[in-house]
């Protein structure tokens, strides 16, 4: 089979056609690969220098932490200064804990020079140890060429001026080299007279810091050198820490990243070799273990990695990603595997259709090997290791819902005609076997029964019958007079009041397929809300002549939706479903089975039952149909409408009711469903119904990104500088994935369902509504077997602003976490970086439904309102979705 055949799904209709199909997806590559280009334009700097002043030296690799007690052997010491010393011939050390006391004897040598420091904390018996021995190691070695007592030990607030200078005193006495202490400039600045009680200036001038660019960070050093020149002209100068990071938070203009470190470092080191300044660039290796005291940008200031390795080359221009080539080429492989995938059954695709999923699986593609090339970069252990994969695992989940969502948005807009319509039958001689319809009723008002069964009464049909069951119902007052119109309505009509019966509805209508008349071929269930046409059975019924077809569906509709704006509302929502989601499933002999306006060859149903242990039994039993081989037929004609819930608090229910069911049948079915198994299931029966569930498995997810974005944010507003906003891998995915459904809905819902503007964004509001009840659904469903109950506000007799509320007592408090977190980190961060925008964005957006809930919430208690008032005393509401 040729490509092309794998693309379409069927042969070519010519090689232009094919042709076309390769020169745009070439034409993509190239839009993609020259983005990849345009990110990594090569940028000049001058060359390192043959030598440099020199390296500030800790030894620390990955998974060791002197924090922890874990050091460096001498052998990898010896390697680390082996390598140095092909740079320079003098290297700065912190402390002479541990190990590190071994570096003087082994640069010696090396001939490596060494500035020893002795590490000053609030620990002061840490600080006798450190002392005693640097004393003791620059008598012995004639290479340690000076001495720092404390590094920034003053800023850290970690002994008082009196304090250090005690300590500088005290070593100064002890030794003949010089004696200095390490501060930031502005430390220097701010206490002149420290200066008194060294032989040298140690300073530190980290731009990065201080939300200084890239570009003037150069310029900035040079300034605080010559400011610090001019306040001490008799004391020697040196830098003690001069670099920039390759990674971690951007601060204010100051990005970290691969490029600005090599451009920075290139520059600097040879503006300060040019000016005779003697300096140490921080650091010589990467120290993944600084990520708890110096936050995200902590382990990446070394010009080499942690494994040793070269960071960015030293001659020749920087570019970005030096192996952005390959990683060009694996995008376009992983997105032309994409778009196979996306395309095995796109015959039907326009060529407009085409070309939207190829760019998608490319964006699809570049992000995951995006993703993967950041992820590759940064030093994760221990609790963020499992983070960070979390979160990793997670972006990846939002990408396939973005890229199913794509594929949805293709096959409804972009296929001219649909692969299998099923119209109504109107020939006289159609097949048109007996039919059974089933009417459960649970404690229903009697009225609403009597119309329903009205309706029924009144098909054009030549040959059905009627069973009707309440099923538990306590109260005599409620099913008698049901029983009492069944009889009224003749021999068509059976009633039975069944208690106790098992099984909620799925044993209801279990109990009836023993009952039903012994000559009827199908099995119609309906509601018992809702109204039929009178020609439902005589259109449809005949699709049953192909003995393929099990079931045969209407869509569910509703004939309240005029009622108050919530109405409008839902309806808007529940439309989606039935002419966009149902009919491109529909193509592929997919469609969910619903509990309504649905009919089942008896044969099939006789065989496969009810499901009792799922509260979805409706969609459950459509699966196992398929799994059987069984086809499935659905018309875009409404032959029924019932009635919506009246109040958010059914609408929620009904919605937690079908998540939780999905849950349910994903977890019962779950190898038929991945891989097929013994069952007839065909690979795109399995993608739909996958697909179809996968926003709301993401729903559950994001209940705990949004939690986990909340812990993050107080983090950030309680220690805001060691925490940093998440990696813009982890924030741009989410971001994207909620544009792209809320431009999709109303996009579709105009082209597919032929609804305006306000309709539209009626869909977007009232389906974002429902994002915490189908996650909250989600969770309950992969940790319990049977579902939880849910709490119905106890003043459900009121209905001004505190009913309203206390509909959406979880979104309201969710919605002004995430709102206070927001004005938190703004308040204390500001928006001074990308990632800071990102991130406030971030938090907005996941507030958005909760906004959508409330507002429903409000709408629901006004609608309530409007009806009591137009409803004669005594009259109750109607349970939606039985």
Sequence with gaps: MRLSEWLSGTRPRSWRGFGIHVLIFVAVAALFTGFWALNNRPVSAPDWPERI????YSPYRLGENPRKGRYP???????DLVQLSQWTDHIRIYTVQGSQAEVPRLAEELGLRVTLGVWISDDLERNERELEKA???????????RVVVGNESIYRLDVTFDELVAYLDRVRAAVTVPVTTSEQWHVWRGIPQLAEHVDLISSHVLPYWEDVSMQAAPGYVLERVSLLREMFPDKPLLLGEVGWPSNGGVRGSAVPSGVDQAVFLRTMVDLLNRHGYDYFVIEAYDQPWKDSIEGAAGPYWGVFDAFRQQKFNFVGPVVAVPKWRSLALASAILALVTLVLLLIDGS????RGRTFLTVTAYCFSTALVWMGHDYSQRYLHGVGQAVSLLLLLSTFGVLLVLLTEAHELAETVWVPKRRREFIPVRADRAYRPKVSVHVPCYNEPPEMVRQTLDALAAMDYPDYEVLVIDNNTKDPAVWRPIEAHCARLGRRFRFSHVAPLAGFKGGALNHLIRHTAPDAEVIAVIDSDYRVERDWLKHMVPHFADPRIAVVQSPQDYRDHDESAFKRLCYSEYRGFFHIGMVTRNDRDAIIQHGTMTMTRRSVL?????AEWCICEDAELGLRVFEKGYSAAYAHHSYGRGLMPDTLVDYKKQRFRWAYGAVQI????????????????TAGQRYHFLAGWLPWLADGLNLFYTLGALVWSVVMVVVPHRVAPPMLIFTIPPLALFLFKVGKTFFLYRRAVGVDFRDALAAALAGMALSHTIAKAVVYGFFTSTLPFIRTPKNADRHGLWMALSEAQ????????????????YAVHGLTSRGLWFWELQLLVLSLPHLATVIMAVLSSQGQQQRRARLPLGSRSVPAGH
Excluded: C, D, Y
């Design 53 to 56: 002043s020199g390296f500030t």
């Design 810 to 825: 979880e979104e309201l408090v969710l919605l002004v976490l995430l709102l206070g977190a927001a004005a938190g980190v």
């Design 606 to 610: 006789e065989e496969l039952g009810w």
């Design 666 to 681: 994903i977890k019962r079915h779950a190898v038929m469903l991945l891989w097929g198994g013994s069952s007839e299931l």
């Design 135 to 145: 004393i003791s190691l620059t008598r012995a070695h004639p290479n340690i060429v």
């Design 348 to 351: 039907a695709l326009r060529q």
């Design 73 to 79: 052997t001498e052998a990898e010491l010896r390697a």
